[in-house]
């Protein structure tokens, strides 16, 4: 092993100690995975150089018996100045519900043409006598030598902010390194993606362990190109040499960020103006109007009035961004090879991988990096099933459809629904508006948005929790509609609407909770009342259309009533209950018309 490859890789060892990146043989096989109930995450599992697998920030790391625990770490430095990430987490959780899940999330990844892939890249193009770098310098001395001459737009100007030395140094000093600069940093990343997910998970159906997995690639970009991961699950991708330019790579402003103003002449009047500001680019793209005003001035006097900072930026842009564009860059073929295989998900005995983004990285056929971004494994036995098909657990084999419905309640409201949000509740509540209501599964975790039907407007806002359930406080109606048909509230999810419930209601139920195999209801019945109020009634909902009675209760003198009956059973899951009751049309009338609450679930 040469020197330099020990240092890089000393090199590549300490960035891992500094943030806690342990080097691992080979993870787990999956046949030891499937003897016991085993899950783990992992955000990072690299090969950087041909060096030995490192894998940063796993959760559950020993793969044992799947248990809570989360690890997490915000600006994770860069790794051999190739691999960079802003945040990366990873989790693993077994709740109440017999549910085991892994994931794995990065924010920001970026494969990055630095450090020894820079040089390599770049190595061609920099060095020699026909270096770009060159070719570049000596155009652009031609050519600003000529407008510095006698009667030049800038004569006198650019003498003044780029004076020779007594050695004859050209106009140009100092611009090759510049450019050098310029070019790689200009080069597009290998891999670039704003967000990088991967998710696998384990639970009771039926008693039995059911595995599933996903993976989220958002924002990704190959070599610079937006890749659509659904229209493809493997790519190899190469440098397109033909197509490279270095007018495309490196920019104007890439080049004026380079010129450094020289000592002496002018530079010696702006350094008291400019501060901190002494490149090019500074100078000709400042927008503080004192500094904008004394520059102007300065550039004025200097060009007997012809210049200023706008038409000095564009006769210098004209000058220079025609050269870089005839500049053509020919690398060898084959310089920079780079597979990317997103979204694989693979399944041996009974254990479950979820893997986000598999990648390859080579150049001039040696290996730079290589390994997965975003991996959650877990096992069947995860979910602590029995495996008989009866466990009695509240929600495993309560919900009939688990793709769908992440809960027996959410299941109980929508099962006789063709619409994927419904409100379930809405009263006033200490000066506010309670808004209650139910998602499907896909929606879990997404923003349920509230409008008020009295002119349509949004007045605030739920997420959605794992339950599916939703609810917040929202503004009153206006009073002059408040006890009107008017005063109704919807919700949108995931841009369709429910359906519109009435804030003015006549009974309304307040709680509706279960303890040791039993149900309470509270609720009160809306003035005005009968003198003798009549029996609330209080039924569950057995069909989509039917309901059958399970208790009576009268009200008190200011209609409230509480009433406490036998659940049915846990298998249930969740129960869904209303009370009915007659009340006057008004307080003068006689007649009598019959009202209930809106239908409330439960969970059992």
Do not use: W
Not at 35 to 40: A, H, I, K, L
Not at 451 to 460: A, C, L, M, Q
Not at 475 to 504: C, E, H, I
Not at 552 to 566: I, S, Y
Request: charged share 15%; aromatic share 4%.
């Amino acid at each position: 092993m040469t020197a330099s490859r020990r240092r890089t890789r000393a090199q590549g060892l300490a960035v891992a100690t500094a943030i806690g990146i342990t080097a691992v043989a080979a993870l787990p096989s999956a046949a030891s995975a499937a003897e016991s109930p085993r899950c783990d995450a992992t955000t990072l599992q690299l090969q950087l150089l041909g060096g030995d697998v490192i894998a940063p920030i796993r959760a559950n790391p020993k793969f044992t018996p799947c248990a809570d625990d989360t690890k997490a770490v915000a600006n994770v430095p860069s790794l051999l100045g190739i691999v960079g990430v802003q945040a990366v987490s990873a989790s693993t959780k077994v709740d109440t519900t017999k549910q085991a899940t892994s994931e794995s999330r990065i924010a920001g990844a970026k494969i990055g043409i630095t450090g020894p892939l820079s040089d390599a890249l770049t190595g061609p193009l920099l060095n020699g006598p026909n270096s770009i770098v060159g070719q570049v310098d000596g155009a652009l001395n031609g050519i600003l030598g000529q407008l510095n001459g006698a009667g030049g737009p800038l004569s006198g100007l650019l003498s003044a902010l780029f004076p020779t030395t007594a050695n004859g140094a050209p106009l140009t000093a100092g611009l090759t390194s510049n450019l050098a600069g310029a070019l790689q940093a200009a080069l597009p990343d290998v891999l670039n993606a704003d967000v990088i997910n991967a998710t696998a998970q384990a639970k009771c159906v039926n008693g039995r362990g059911q595995l599933s997995g996903a993976s989220q690639i958002a924002g990704l970009r190959i070599l610079g190109t937006t890749v659509d991961v659904n229209d493809a699950t493997n790519r190899v991708l190469s440098i397109d040499t033909a197509a490279l330019n270095l007018g495309k790579l490196v920019s104007v402003d890439d080049v004026l960020r380079g010129i450094q103003l020289s000592g002496g002449g002018l530079a010696d009047i702006l350094s008291p103006i400019l501060g901190r500001q002494t490149n090019l680019y500074d100078i000709l793209h400042t927008t503080d109007p004192s500094v904008l005003g004394s520059l102007n001035t300065v550039l004025l006097l200097a060009s007997g009035g012809q210049l200023s900072v706008g038409k000095l930026l564009d006769q210098v842009t004209a000058v220079i961004q025609p050269i870089l564009n005839q500049v053509n860059i020919n690398l060898p073929p084959g310089l920079l090879r780079a597979q990317i295989v997103p979204k694989t998900q693979t399944t041996t005995g009974e254990l479950l991988t979820q893997q986000t983004v598999g990648l390859s990285v080579s150049v001039l056929g040696q290996p730079v990096v290589g390994g997965t971004l975003a991996q959650a494994r877990v096992s069947t036995a995860a979910a602590g099933c029995n495996g008989d098909g009866n466990d009695d657990v509240a929600g495993a084999g309560a919900i009939k459809d688990p793709d769908k419905f992440s809960s027996p309640e959410a299941e109980a409201v929508l099962q006789c629904s063709n619409r994927p949000a419904q409100l379930i509740d809405v009263y006033g509540s200490r000066g506010r508006t309670y808004v209650q209501g139910v998602a499907v599964r896909k929606f879990v975790g997404k923003t349920a948005a509230i409008y008020t039907r009295d002119g349509n407007k949004r007045v605030g806002s739920a997420k959605i929790r794992k339950t599916g359930l939703f609810s917040t406080r929202v503004p009153l109606p206006r009073a002059s509609v408040r006890n009107t048909n008017t005063a109704r509230y919807y919700a949108v999810v995931g841009g369709k609407k429910t359906r519109a419930l009435k804030f003015a209601r006549r009974m309304n139920v307040l709680s509706l909770t279960t303890r040791k195999g039993k149900v309470t209801m509270k609720g009160q019945v809306v003035a005005p009342r009968f003198s003798s109020q009549p029996t609330v009634l209080i039924k569950q909902r057995v069909t989509c259309k039917r309901y059958k009675k399970v208790a009576r209760v009268n009200p008190d003198a200011r209609g409230n009533f509480t009433v406490t009956f036998k659940a049915p059973s846990k298998k249930l899951g969740a129960a869904i209950y209303r009370a009915e009751t007659s009340v006057p049309a008004n307080e003068v009338s006689t007649k009598s018309f019959r009202t209930y609450t809106l239908p409330r679930p439960v969970g059992l």
